[in-house]
């Protein structure tokens, strides 16, 4: 199932790591689902999106548990006075984020003049297991608050340049500050750490996200300037989007800039390798975002309004996964491919190099209605997962109702054998069906909402990542029953080895 965490029920403003979760492990081990996909996990920035994060590395707060908190000591009752009245339906990040920070910083607080000897030596070795990018990524979130949230390559030159004596000046005035940050770092990773165990116990894998790109203002860029085509200000000269798609038709532009792969090459691809490492710590897969991007990515010139003017250039190809999959001792990466878009031979072939799964995505499968373009879930690969919808699609019963072309509505009903009356079971059903080793469908789908909870409108600069579960969504027994039986009569429970 796909479900970002900021999308559980939950009595503070979003989803988040305490007791919600949990239930929906429950809900998962009842339904008899061996899969949970999350989004990126990481600190979001402007716009609330997962995919333009602070850091490849560092977790988000926002999901920091105020429940465990309170269970730790950590938080008192009294500490939660004046919370807002936080709809249960959306996530209102302009009420959620000063009411978190508030708490998380009543919260450090507490844990440094009352902490137990034990956390507290669990937070000085956290903080030196992950020195290698906390302590860049503390100062620079001390930085950004410092400077009124404004990105880095606004500050004063001297730390847009990363002078060594304005960085240690900086790093000793707003150490306690960079101590607040490496405290929230501390919390999420211990809860999150806690989750994945109890998913894992359950027999659950965690399906993570990594985007192919990074944001401008990220610690990444700031940190490590040389692997980005930027100009002397920090500015990038070209950025990354995608040409005129189903999504657009001026394409995607989404600013982020692009790498100087030759610098990585002489490196060894050691960036890439730590990142895909950390987030395999965090997950138990890994969902590749934009994977075409490795083979040729859209490349458009800074400046530019639209995606239109781009030009494709060749990516690092075969030999990063080479890099990876050495460094990692194993003998086949633990990647989903998402291969979707404007795919050529050559990145089916890179895919196949490496026995990547791709993605299919059911939506996506009717042809604009005509026959003759159909993708029919019979001849999917074994090696794929299929999705009802993704996380930028409509969901499943807002696609039939109102986003596909009448062709495509008709085909689909065709296809299916279905009446209409309950078409986003039709659908889970064809996806649990089809031949794909994994199969994963978004919980709305599930639970047959329409577009009005839909993730995210690709293109679209708000009002996206703000859909939330009904406080009653993991209770329901007919959902649970539903798919349980699905799930057992196409060979997909955990009973059956081998099959997920």
């Known amino acids: 199932m796909l479900l970002h965490p900021t999308s559980l029920p939950g009595r503070f403003g979003c989803g988040d790591l305490g007791p919600g979760a949990y239930t929906f492990l429950d809900f998962l081990n009842q339904s008899k689902q061996s899969i949970w996909q999350v989004l990126p996990l990481g600190p979001t920035g402007y716009g609330d999106s997962p995919y333009q994060v602070l850091s490849s590395f560092a977790g988000n707060p926002l999901l920091i548990s105020c429940d465990r908190l309170l269970e730790e000591g950590l938080l008192f009752p009294a500490d939660l006075t004046g919370m807002p009245p936080f709809p249960h339906e959306r996530v209102d990040y302009g009420a959620l984020i000063p009411f978190k920070r508030q708490v998380l910083r009543k919260s450090f607080a507490r844990f440094s003049a009352m902490g137990s000897a034990t956390l507290h030596t669990e937070f000085e070795h956290f903080c030196q297991e992950h020195a290698d990018w906390l302590e860049d990524f503390a100062l620079f979130m001390a930085l950004k608050d410092a400077h009124g949230g404004a990105p880095w390559y606004a500050w004063e030159t001297e730390l847009i340049t990363r002078r060594p004596e304005a960085l240690e000046s900086w790093r000793y005035k707003l150490s306690e500050e960079c101590a607040f940050h490496k405290y929230l770092q501390f919390m999420f990773f211990r809860q999150w750490q806690v989750l994945k165990q109890a998913a894992n116990r359950r027999g659950i894998l965690i399906v993570g996200d990594l985007p192919i790109f990074v944001a401008h203002d990220s610690a990444d860029v700031w940190t490590h300037p040389e692997l980005f085509q930027l100009d002397e200000q920090g500015m990038p000269t070209v950025v990354a989007g995608v040409p005129p798609d189903y999504f657009s038709a001026t394409g995607q532009l989404w600013g982020n800039p692009i790498y100087r792969w030759e610098v990585l090459r002489e490196q060894g691809y050691a960036w890439w390798i730590a990142r895909v490492r950390a987030t395999l710590t965090m997950v138990d897969r890994v969902r590749l975002d934009h994977f075409r991007g490795f083979e040729a990515y859209w490349e458009v010139p800074a400046g530019e309004k639209t995606a239109i003017p781009g030009r494709w250039v060749k990516g690092p190809g075969a030999e990063l996964f080479y890099a990876i999959r050495s460094a990692l001792q194993v003998s086949h990466l633990p990647i989903i491919a998402e291969d979707l878009g404007v795919i050529t031979p050559e990145v089916v072939a890179l895919r196949e190099q490496f026995e990547l799964p791709g993605m299919k995505v059911l939506q996506f499968a009717f042809g604009g209605g005509r026959l003759e373009h159909m993708d029919p879930p019979y001849r999917y690969p074994r090696n794929c997962v299929v999705y009802t919808g993704t996380h930028d699609n409509d969901t499943t019963l807002g696609w039939f109702k109102r986003s596909a072309l009448p062709g495509e509505r008709a085909l689909a009903l065709r296809y299916t054998g279905s009446d209409g009356k309950e078409f986003h079971w039709d659908f889970i059903r064809l996806a649990l069906s089809s031949v794909a080793d994994m199969a994963i469908i978004p919980m709305q789908d599930i639970l047959g ?37 699905m799930t057992e009569i196409y060979g997909r429970a955990p009973s059956y080895a081998g099959t997920t």
């Open 449 to 485: 909402l329409d577009s009005d909870a839909r993730m995210n409108y690709p293109g679209r600069d708000s009002g996206n990542w703000a859909w939330r579960c009904p406080p009653d969504a993991f209770t329901r027994e007919e959902p649970v029953r539903r798919l349980a039986d």
